[in-house]
């Protein structure tokens, strides 16, 4: 992909981040929010676009380590700050979370699924011990049509650490 | 067969294309780009009902960047969609019918621009009182909403005496039940892009079914089907609901007029506005026993809110008609159907296809009845079920199945049945449990054309490729073939190319639907595999002197037979050497149909599937809140190819029918949708459903059945319903007739309250 082109753009304030653990700079349109930056110019179409209201997950990003709604943050927002997005998480091997949803059939379509990883990502970055109900808590920002989260509750049984999950 | 990862053994496979999606780096159709894209956008209706006095798009036209603006002026061909009936206009010229009408499309450099743009095509209308309901477009005086009336497709069916047989009944139940307009809520909203390249139409955008969208949009267009490709796969999520036509009209006759791509993607807002969703329906049931518990009657009524214009409408009344007599032997039946127009959004086709309604109903009627004889609900059942030779519920022929009997035998051993009940619950939480079966027929039925294909070959570069004109919209298709291809020739993955969702590339093998892919394919495969093999192995005994008899396909190539344990195989050949030799000969084709009974009742089915399920409910007796905590499914279609896959349909289809069944909803009021996106449409969370679900799988045909595995896309959708409110009824004594179930309503008729407030 040649960046370089896409960074272009008319108008806007120059603004500074870290995208994928690699300094970025470009000038953003205020009105742009981090999901337009992120699939259009970028073209990290990893990011999925679904209701634009923060309610389905699909568009979820790290942002210093934390998962937001890419759709809910203005991409101004982002200066100065760590952004990763599930490029940045598959850049040199499999995730073992994302191992977790290829054995357990923990996606079909899979248009939730990037946004269901970051999610996951975000929780286990922060707790490392997590109950099934922590899980479950950490997913309910994403929505899933295709599986009724069969495989997904499977994938989070082999991240839970109590002992209900190791029976 | 209990299914899971260790049942399932080394079937249990990672997906071909999970990789890419798990990474995030599988480009959806909507995902791609092109180099001097344009943006298109759709104008859509400010009425529900309204005649259209003007259009003018002169101040659209005038905006720096737009670079089209058309209206029903600028189509070529067919001003008209709709796969049975293309009466659904592209853009709407003397009237809209409802919200969701198109009136013009604008392609311009940028979103912000096509939306200003939009915002300045004036259309004068002149508004019409708005039908927002069946029985409204049913009155005398109801205004006209098609030329040939409002009512879009009628149904009747009889058997036997109703009157007569009524007067024998010992009890007998009367009830009207009422489903929502579910929404499917694909996650990846409909679009795709549209371009222009020598003289073809290029349109990558998700379908069901890639020849029928090229066939409705050469009418369209009014260009040859041959100069229309369409790239159609991977798909972010269907149910049904996008194999009608969506963007594509409006992208190609945008990038046609400007001779750029064009990308087309709805906002979740305008998906919910001109998508398609689950007909409503009103279903008025009838049923008498005698004092044995023998069904004598059943009438039934069936009035379905098709929305303002055909699409699939028929069909899926012809196939509520058909599941309204279930896996059940009456003598006596009537049926009378009815799909209307209204000026609501439009019905289609969605998994489960009109089945989920009137199951619903009719297991409805057997839990009211089994109440009024004081009988086991499930034995009621029993008593009346089919045996393996019985005709269709239309009375047509169909395969022997013993589906209904193993699935009702095979549900009584549930574990749901054998929980720890002395379980510390709140006083307020109250436990139900509830059973429901169902069976559900699969590919398009009598009369209407269902053709199957595929392709077979080795192809150039040595790999054993197959092509079918089948979509993946996340059901699994390629690894199901993957499997099905590894288990025929004993090959490697790497062997392997599996090519799907491009016209240019593909044969016709019929639409992705009905629960028939899997089923196709396996049939196809069967029918393309001895001839390729033996072309293969003469080839090879010319090559190499090596009897045909003592070759067989495997890792890598073409190996000799081994006769003794202790005598190893020995590569003969690799593909890719086979492959240099020429592949010309070595390309197989097949075209059939899908089996069809023999008798000619519409639509009537010829392959069941089966289904039973028990679930298990807490009901807060403080908030009328109702949580499904257990989910077991029994289905009996046949031998398992895909584990994973058959577990995710029916484990994804249960939880459909669970938001159905408590949640779903697109309310409309006055030919609006007030449920705009996903704060106010519920599907599902992860917090919504039970943590396991438990699926049995029979795998057992009868002796001599040729057909193979059943699909099973859409038998996991269509008994839960009727198992909740059933478990709710344990719970609280409160029968449900309307979906979705309101705790607010479920409140109100609770016992104790109702006590306190008399």
Redesign the interface.
């Known amino acids: 992909m040649n960046r370089k082109e896409n960074l272009v753009m008319e108008k806007g304030s120059r603004m500074s981040f870290v995208l994928n653990n690699k300094p970025i700079s470009l000038h953003v349109d205020p009105s742009k929010r981090l999901v337009d930056i992120l699939?259009?110019n970028l073209?990290l179409?990893?990011?999925?676009?679904?209701?634009?209201?923060g309610?389905?997950g699909?568009c979820m990003v790290l942002i210093d380590g934390k998962a937001q709604n890419s759709c809910l943050t203005m991409a101004f927002q982002c200066e100065g700050k760590h952004v990763e997005?599930?490029?940045g998480?598959?850049e040199n091997n499999?995730d073992p979370i994302?191992e977790a949803?290829?054995?357990?059939?923990g996606?079909?379509?899979?248009?939730?699924?990037?946004g269901m990883?970051i999610s996951l990502k975000a929780l286990l970055n922060e707790n490392t011990d997590p109950s099934?109900d922590d899980l479950?808590?950490g997913?309910?920002g994403?929505?899933?049509?295709?599986?009724?989260?069969?495989?997904?509750?499977?994938v989070l049984q082999r991240f839970c650490a109590t002992e209900e999950c190791n029976k | 067969m209990l299914l899971d990862?260790n049942s399932a053994k080394d079937k249990w496979r990672?997906?071909p294309?999970?990789?890419?999606?798990?990474?995030?780096?599988?480009?959806?159709l909507t995902?791609m780009?092109f180099p001097n894209m344009l943006v298109g956008r759709v104008l859509r209706s400010e009425y529900a009902h309204a005649e259209i006095k003007s259009i003018n798009i002169s101040k659209a036209l005038q905006v720096d960047g737009v670079k089209a603006v058309l209206t029903h002026k600028d189509i070529p061909g067919l001003n008209g969609f709709g796969i049975s009936n293309p009466d659904q206009p592209v853009f709407c010229s003397e009237k809209v019918q409802y919200e969701g009408d198109a009136l013009a499309a604008i392609a311009a450099v940028s979103d912000e621009i096509a939306e200003r743009a939009l915002k300045l095509i004036e259309v004068e209308y002149e508004s019409l009182p708005i039908v927002d309901s069946p029985e409204k477009a049913l009155e005398k005086n109801a205004p006209l909403l098609h030329p040939k009336g409002n009512i879009l497709h009628e149904t009747t069916y009889f058997l036997g005496n109703m009157e007569e047989s009524f007067e024998k009944c010992t009890h007998i139940v009367e009830e009207t039940y009422e489903t929502p307009r579910q929404m499917?809520?694909?996650?990846?909203?409909e679009g795709g892009i549209f371009v222009s390249e020598n003289g073809r139409l290029m349109v990558y955008a998700p379908t069901q079914h890639g020849y029928k969208d090229r066939m409705q949009l050469s009418r369209i267009l009014a260009l040859p089907e041959e100069s229309i490709r369409i790239i159609s796969s991977?798909?972010?999520?269907s149910?049904g609901g996008k194999d009608e036509l969506n963007v594509q009209p409006y992208g190609a006759l945008l990038t046609l007029a400007c001779g750029l791509p064009v990308k087309m993607?709805y906002?979740?807002w305008e998906s919910v506005v001109a998508g398609l969703k689950r007909h409503p329906m009103k279903v008025t049931m009838k049923t008498g026993v005698d004092r044995d518990g023998k069904l004598l009657a059943h009438q039934v009524r069936i009035l379905s809110d098709t929305g303002a214009y055909s699409t699939l409408g028929g069909p899926v009344l012809n196939f509520a008609t058909e599941h309204s007599v279930g896996p059940y032997i009456i003598p006596n039946v009537e049926i009378k159907g009815k799909a209307v127009y209204t000026n609501n959004g439009v019905s289609g086709e969605f998994r489960g296809f009109g089945g989920n309604q009137v199951i619903f109903a009719l297991e409805g009627q057997m839990d009211r009845l089994a109440e009024k004889l004081g009988i086991n609900p499930w034995e009621l059942r029993r008593r009346n079920l089919r045996g393996m030779y019985d005709r269709g519920p239309l009375g047509q022929r169909v395969v022997p199945t013993n589906g209904a009997l193993e699935v009702w035998d095979a549900i009584r051993k549930s574990s749901v049945f054998y929980k720890n009940k002395e379980e510390h619950q709140p006083p307020w939480i109250r436990k139900g449990i509830g059973l429901s079966m169902a069976m559900h027929g699969s590919g398009l039925g009598y009369g209407i054309p269902d053709p199957a294909g595929g392709q077979l070959r080795l192809n150039e570069n040595g790999k054993i490729e197959v092509a079918f004109g089948h979509e993946e919209?996340?059901?699994?298709l390629i690894g199901t073939l993957e499997i099905l291809l590894q288990d025929h020739f004993q090959c490697e993955k790497d062997d392997l190319e599996i090519i799907i969702g491009d016209t240019d590339k593909v044969p016709p093998s019929g639409s992705s639907t009905a629960s028939r892919t899997t089923n196709m394919v396996w049939q196809a495969l069967n029918r393309l595999k001895p001839p390729f093999l033996q072309a293969i192995f003469k080839r090879v005994t010319q090559m190499t002197g090596v009897a045909e008899k003592n070759l067989q396909t495997g890792p890598g190539g073409i190996w000799t037979k081994s006769e003794k344990e202790d005598i190893p195989s020995l590569l003969v050949i690799t593909y890719k050497q086979l492959a240099k030799q020429g592949v010309d000969d070595l390309l197989f084709s097949t075209q059939f149909h899908y089996p069809v009974t023999p008798d000619p009742i519409i639509g009537g089915h010829y392959l069941y599937t089966c289904t039973s399920v028990a679930a298990e409910v807490e009901v807060n007796l403080l908030t009328g809140m109702v949580k499904v905590t257990d989910i077991h499914h029994t289905v009996a279609a046949g031998p398992v190819i895909n584990p994973?896959g058959y577990?995710?349909q029916i484990?994804?289809?249960?939880?459909?029918a669970?938001g159905f069944t408590l949640t779903e909803d697109a309310v409309m009021e006055n030919g609006r949708y007030l449920t705009k996106?996903?704060?106010t449409y519920l599907?599902?969370?992860?917090?919504d459903?039970p943590?396991?679900?438990t699926v049995d799988a029979i795998e057992e045909l009868p002796e001599g059945d040729e057909f193979g595995p059943r699909g099973v896309g859409e038998v996991g959708s269509v008994a839960l319903a009727p198992a909740i409110v059933s478990a709710i009824h344990d719970a609280t004594g409160i029968w449900i007739k309307k979906l979705p179930v309101k705790p607010e309503k479920l409140i109100r008729e609770l016992p104790f309250l109702q006590e306190r407030e008399a």
């Open positions: 699939r259009n073209q179409t990893g990011t999925k676009i679904s209701c634009e209201i309610r389905c699909a997005t599930i490029e998480i598959s499999v994302q949803f290829l054995e357990e059939g996606f079909q379509c899979g248009y939730c699924t990037p990883v099934m479950k808590e997913l309910t994403n929505l899933c049509r295709c599986t009724g989260y069969g495989g997904i509750h499977r | 990862k990672i997906r294309d999970g990789k890419e999606k798990v990474t995030g780096s599988l480009q959806y995902d780009t499917h809520t694909y996650l990846e909203t991977p798909i972010g999520g149910f993607h906002s979740r919209f996340g059901q699994g994973m577990l995710g484990e994804g289809g249960s939880i459909m669970l996106n996903l704060d599907i599902p969370t992860i917090m459903v943590s396991e679900q």
